[in-house]
């Protein structure tokens, strides 16, 4: 990926990663979503398009095209221009993301082809599919904050559809309402990260060698020196002095510290961060490919990918690394707790999926975005292949998700069984498996920050082993405890295809093939960004990819294998489940004190505007306004009697007033 | 007694004060209708009357001529034979609609 020479593509081919989905999607829009088989072939062809020019564009170092400006105000010394472009960047980072999410969204889409065969919906499934990963390249390949903006409303829009998609059940339109308004709510702290940004650094542009300027010549010295002469380096010229950027907190401009929590706080929405976590559980209400691709692979991994994006800037600020670390790794503790008690085979891998997000978050925390990034990648292929795996049993299984429901599937369906071994081996960190690598590396990034992060990482590495394995043993050893379980039938080729090319990966992902593999590639981009950016960062203990020391190196694996043990041992050829936490099983009552404090403080609040608009807007001033206007029309009526004479009467009354104001009255 | 401009002016007004009850008071729509023509003349009076009385050199000038109102009064009287002919028409119409000219049976013009 870093052959030096000019590509003979024309570098426009970049722009059809993205105008292939569209083109889809406004063809399934406009009329294909009638013809359920052109659609999916409309779907799927585009898919196979993008990834296909995902890797020409990867292998071939394609150039990026050229911008399309958007909107352009022009700057004045005391106030930042506005330049909006509509670009593309392609360097490593956004390379590997791109790789990543056509080559699974491919995947996804051709299972689902078998996977929602039978749903008469699907011309409209397919064409989410496709506006999502319009919307999801959009991200990938955003040259500003506001082009990400863009897309990121897109994602949660496509995302919102297909949680929906079966919006005959209520649980489905009420999971698709509650992911959107979360997410909304949190993509209003990113929009306020975003203006913050702009008046900080007059751009909204996050292309890396613009942000490395910035960033070496501006900003880190000034961050080093802000306590020693008090003066703001050129780029936050418009701001004014320190006192403008509301003083100092931990050493740095308050200001700062107040971008990047709102930058973060985008993040939290789209990738499910605590406190706003509790979408991502309720998303499980749409197909099962929709989980694998949006709410586990891709998507909910767009912030932190956009974290990474931004990376330069966040370290700016301890305090907010300091809380970013801290949500990750409390997100990744607490939902491994949860899924700990969890029996429906999806939530159990959703609660999966936000746990492995906090890891990788917490790993941006740590200083760790190559760490954060190497994971993002495994944790698409291996979770990605849980989902479809699931999404194979649940298939089988005509629509059961209780694993205490099913029982003794290995043998029946082996080829789901066997590669959703893999996918749970590769997610719990099994040694040698992808999830192993990733995670170590999350693990050694969080060591060398405090080995707080590290504890609580491996003993939520000891929890993923134990639920993983608890899913696992429940679902496919022991007796069938339903008819349904005593007859599955293995999905088609085409749904498991997919599974097995997701498998290999799982696997190998995680490899470093003579320094060319995931990890490398991610570490290589992270210590090109240091190079053009962080020669003044304290010491050169980030340039080498830390390692775990001597002890600490054997702690996370055993860990993993002891969880693995203890759930065999508690789990094996059970029918009722030994352990029962409440509050665990009730997933530590968010919902429950959401929907007192929040939803029923709204309700409160609705009401009460409600009773406002109906009696005091609409009652006292629009129907007031009008009754006085009959009031008075029905007094007028009076003089109406239809007499002629009255009416000469009252005109001729009329004039003598005229006559008598204009004569007498000067 | 010479006649004055006031003498002219105080007939026209009484001409128009009696034609104005008429309209107001009096039941039958010929007879309002009279009474109507009758204010007409008590303006027309009133033209006559300030053209015959106006100081002819002094009061001539680029906007006004005297002559003014005695051209008036044909206006006005054309108009009135137009009105007249149009008005009767309407009575005579309304009559047989409704075979009264009384003024209190035509109330029907009322929300």
């Known amino acids: ?666 | 007694m010479e006649i004055t401009l006031d003498h002219y002016l105080a007939v026209a007004a009484v001409l128009f004060v009696i034609g104005l009850m008429g309209v107001i008071m009096r039941r039958n729509l010929l007879i309002i209708y009279m009474s109507l023509e009758m204010m007409l003349q008590a303006a027309n009076l009133t033209f006559v009357a300030f053209s015959r009385f106006f100081n002819y050199p002094a009061a001539a000038s680029k906007f006004y001529d005297p002559a003014d109102g005695q051209v008036f009064v044909f206006f006005v009287i054309t108009v009135a034979a137009a009105e007249v002919a149009v008005g009767l028409a309407l009575i005579v119409a309304l009559y047989r609609l409704k075979e009264t000219t009384q003024v209190q049976n035509l109330t029907t013009l009322k929300f």
């Open chain 1, 1 to 666: 990926m870093y052959l030096a020479d000019a590509s003979p593509i024309p570098p426009g081919i970049s722009w059809f990663l993205l105008l292939a989905p569209l083109a889809a999607t406004v063809a399934i829009l406009l009329h294909l979503h009638r013809k359920p088989e052109m659609a999916m072939f409309a779907s799927v062809g585009s898919a196979a398009l993008c990834f296909l020019i995902a890797l020409v564009v990867s292998f071939d170092n394609v150039p990026p095209p050229a911008a399309w400006t958007w909107i352009a105000f022009p700057g004045s010394d005391s106030a930042p221009g506005l330049n909006i472009e509509i670009g593309m960047i392609l360097d490593p980072l956004a390379k590997g993301m791109l790789l990543i999410v056509t080559g699974v969204g491919l995947l996804v889409h051709i299972f689902s082809i078998g996977y929602m065969a039978h749903d008469p919906g699907r011309g409209r499934f397919f064409g989410g599919l496709s506006i999502f990963m319009f919307s999801m390249t959009g991200i990938v390949v955003a040259t500003n904050l506001i082009e990400m903006f863009l897309f990121w409303e897109g994602v949660g829009f496509s995302s919102y559809l297909l949680i929906g998609f079966w919006y005959t059940r209520d649980s489905a339109a009420a999971a698709a309402n509650k992911a959107f308004v979360c997410n909304r709510l949190a993509d209003f702290g990113f929009m306020i990260g975003i203006l913050t940004f702009w008046k900080m650094m007059g751009t909204l542009s996050v292309e890396p060698d613009k942000l490395a300027q910035c960033y070496y010549k501006n900003v880190l010295p000034s961050v080093h020196n802000i306590l020693g002469n008090g003066q703001l380096p050129n780029l936050f010229a418009h701001v004014g002095s320190v006192e403008h950027m509301g003083g100092v907190i931990y050493g740095q401009p308050a200001l700062l510290t107040f971008m990047v929590l709102g930058l973060f706080a985008g993040c939290v929405g789209k990738s499910a961060m605590f406190p706003f976590h509790v979408w991502l559980p309720d998303a499980m209400e749409g197909p099962t490919p929709v989980s694998a691709l949006i709410h586990a692979a891709t998507m909910v991994a767009a912030g932190v990918y956009m974290l990474c994006r931004v990376y330069p800037l966040l370290i700016l600020s301890d305090f907010g690394m300091d809380v970013i670390a801290f949500i990750g790794c409390l997100t990744a503790c607490g939902a491994a707790l949860i899924a700990v008690q969890q029996n429906d085979i999806k939530r159990i891998l959703a609660y999966s999926t936000l746990s492995q997000l906090g890891y990788m978050v917490m790993a941006v925390g740590c200083r760790g975005p190559a760490a954060a990034m190497f994971h993002l990648s495994t944790h698409a292929f291996f979770k990605a292949l849980l989902f479809l795996a699931a999404g194979s049993v649940i298939h089988a299984l005509h629509e059961e998700q209780d694993i205490w429901k099913m029982g003794g599937l290995f043998k029946k369906i082996p080829l789901t069984a066997w590669t959703f071994l893999i996918g749970f081996l590769a997610l719990s960190g099994f040694p040698l498996l992808s999830g192993f690598f990733s995670k170590d590396l999350i693990l050694a990034f969080a060591y060398t920050h405090h080995p707080f992060y590290f504890w609580v990482g491996s003993f939520t590495a000891f929890l993923t082993a134990f639920y993983m394995t608890r899913l696992f043993v429940v679902a496919f050893f022991g007796p069938p405890r339903t008819p349904a379980a005593e007859h599955p039938h293995e999905s088609p080729a085409v749904m498991t295809a997919p599974l097995v090319i997701l498998a290999v990966f799982s696997v190998v992902a995680g490899w470093s093939f003579g320094g060319y593999g995931i990890g490398n590639y991610y570490h290589l981009w992270a210590i090109n960004q240091l190079n053009a950016t962080g020669q003044l960062l304290p010491t050169g203990k980030y340039i080498a990819l830390p390692e775990l020391p001597g002890f600490y190196g054997w702690v996370p694996s055993m860990l993993v294998i002891a969880g693995g043990l203890t759930s065999l041992w508690l789990y094996w050829d059970r029918s009722t489940d030994p352990l029962n936490i409440r509050i665990l099983a009730q997933k530590f009552y968010f919902d429950e004190i959401y929907d007192r404090s929040l939803v029923g403080g709204q309700q409160r609040a609705a009401n009460l505007l409600s009773w406002l608009d109906s009696w005091i807007l609409e009652g006292l001033i629009i129907r007031g306004a009008a009754y006085v206007t009959v009031g008075i029309g029905e007094l007028l009526r009076l003089f109406q009697t239809g007499s002629l004479q009255a009416y000469a009467f009252i005109l001729s009354l009329g004039g003598a007033v005229v006559i008598y104001l204009t004569l007498f009255t000067h």
